[in-house]
């Protein structure tokens, strides 16, 4: 069954550092977006991509944040300088399309900025 | 803005009896209705979904039930088994521009006592 890769699984990055998170969405999928998770909270939209550029994006989604599809395969969010308030669980996901769809998600990126 | 709201955060149930997870929702442009369950360090996966049009839609031991009235949407759970135990979260979802954009709540932590 098709899949959406993440990696790397778990990351450790001091505040300011810079973190690129990268996704393989399923092949025929259209639409990709990446949704984080702060332990104990809820899942959190970030930011839709479709068509090489964003569709929607967050609040949480600000100037420190950006994504890319640089290959045509991979889908990469980076935080050009992290915060303790980033550590979270990262979830990518992708659907094909509109209508009734279904967004598949990845095994998300832990992400602990210390 | 919580448009996807799960108010129950945790559930205990004795194997083989019912399993009820609800969720309410505020946005009547939601047409799409999704329950993901979710293991800890892994990502979201696909349970069941059901459409603005449709009230019941079953899968095996899985039936969601909408009550658009209602604003309220719920997953049953019949016979619950041991291996059920995990995070449930509903999402709605909602044509935005050239897609589809999906709210989630904040999880119903279920666990099937044996």
């Known amino acids: 069954e098709p899949e959406v890769t993440q990696t790397p699984s778990h990351q450790v990055t001091q505040m300011g550092q810079e973190v690129i998170l990268r996704c393989v969405p399923i092949?025929?999928?259209?639409?990709f977006y990446w949704y984080r998770q702060i332990l104990g909270q809820k899942v959190e939209f970030l930011v839709s991509f479709y068509n090489n550029e964003i569709s929607e994006k967050s609040e949480i989604f600000d100037d420190q944040f950006s994504v890319e599809r640089p290959d045509g395969s991979n889908f990469t969010l980076k935080i050009r300088s992290t915060k303790l308030e980033d550590s979270a669980m990262y979830f990518c996901?992708?659907?094909?399309?509109?209508?009734?769809?279904?967004?598949?998600f990845g095994a998300g990126s832990r992400l602990t900025v210390l | 803005d919580q448009q996807v709201k799960q108010n129950s955060p945790s559930l205990s149930v004795q194997e083989g009896r019912i399993s009820i997870l609800n969720c309410d929702y505020t946005n009547s442009m939601f047409d799409y209705f999704l329950w993901y369950k979710k293991y800890p360090a892994e990502g979201p996966t696909f349970l069941i979904s059901?459409?603005?049009?449709?009230d019941k839609n079953e899968d095996g031991r899985f039936t969601v039930f909408l009550n658009k009235s209602a604003k309220h949407l719920s997953l049953h759970i019949v016979p619950s088994q041991p291996g059920d135990s995990a995070v449930y979260f509903c999402a709605a979802s909602a044509r935005i521009g050239t897609g589809n954009q999906f709210y989630f709540g904040t999880g119903t932590s279920l666990t099937v006592i044996p």
């Open positions: 092949s025929n999928h259209l639409y």
């Open positions: 996901a992708s659907s094909r399309g509109t209508g009734a769809n279904v967004l598949t």
């Open positions: 059901i459409s603005s049009i449709k």
